[in-house]
T-cell receptor
Framework: GQQLNQSPQSMFIQEGEDVSMNCTSS?????WLWYKQDPGEGPVLLIA?????ELTSNGRLTAQFGITRKDSFLNISASIPSDVGIYFC?????????????FGKGTKLSVKP | GAGVSQTPSNKVTEKGKYVELRCDPI?????LYWYRQSLGQGPEFLIY????????DSGLPNDRFFAVRPEGSVSTLKIQRTERGDSAVYLC???????????FGPGTRLTVL
């Protein structure tokens, strides 16, 4: 099935460092979402973006909806050990879809204390 | 309130058997989605319900897969004649409206031996 291009695939960082990951698509989306998934759990919604150019923050997380509507990025500032997990971007509302999400392959984040 | 729940959390079955996976959405959520997540991949869309009807089943891989939502709340994903390639985590998500934010359950890990 169709998936978004998400990078990097994995990151190993020191506690306290900032993190940046991004997602690109050949299709235009009306909504971009960022999820975090821990082992054995379902994805948990972090941030939802609804307008091109929108910049939204949720605590130490900041995400932006690209102007072209084909990309988005997520930044995490001052990382802490509990940030460990897999982060997924997802696009929604493309073409004639009914709201189902298209996901990237994920960015696996590891944080060294 | 309670989140999305899924049962069983794990299911091991033999090739050729029939399985049913259950999803209880967040109370009052009219939209319900099923996704399948293979190891190292993002979730992939299977089917979407708005109320009792399947509004989009374009993600179902073949006719061995079927889902119902008879009363517009609980949904059951049914897989006939299971194959080893069906092994994956099956995720359910619900939303208060079409194109709204989706909240995921913990998933059912299906293993076909």
């Amino acid at each position: 099935g169709q998936q978004l291009n998400q990078s990097p695939q994995s990151m190993f960082i020191q506690e306290g460092e900032d993190v940046s990951m991004n997602c690109t698509s050949s299709s235009i989306f009306n909504t971009w979402l960022w999820y975090k998934q821990d082992p054995g759990e379902g994805p948990v919604l972090l941030i939802a973006l609804y307008k091109a150019g929108e910049l939204t923050s949720n605590g130490r997380l900041t995400a932006q909806f690209g102007i072209t509507r084909k990309d988005s990025f997520l930044n995490i500032s001052a990382s802490i050990p509990s940030d460990v997990g897999i982060y997924f971007c997802a696009g929604q509302g493309y073409g004639g879809s009914q709201g189902n999400l298209i996901f990237g392959k994920g960015t696996k984040l590891s944080v060294k204390p | 309130g309670a989140g999305v729940s899924q049962t069983p959390s794990n299911k091991v079955t033999e090739k050729g058997k029939y399985v049913e996976l259950r999803c209880d959405p967040i109370s009052g959520h009219t939209a319900l989605y099923w996704y399948r997540q293979s190891l190292g991949q993002g979730p992939e869309f299977l089917i979407y319900f708005q109320g009792t009807g399947a509004a989009d089943d374009s993600g179902l891989p073949n006719d061995r897969f079927f889902a119902v939502r008879p009363e517009g709340s609980v949904s059951t994903l049914k897989i006939q004649r299971t194959e080893r390639g069906d092994s994956a985590v099956y995720l359910c998500a619900s939303s208060s409206r079409p194109l709204g934010e989706q909240f995921f359950g913990p998933g059912t890990r299906l293993t076909v031996l």
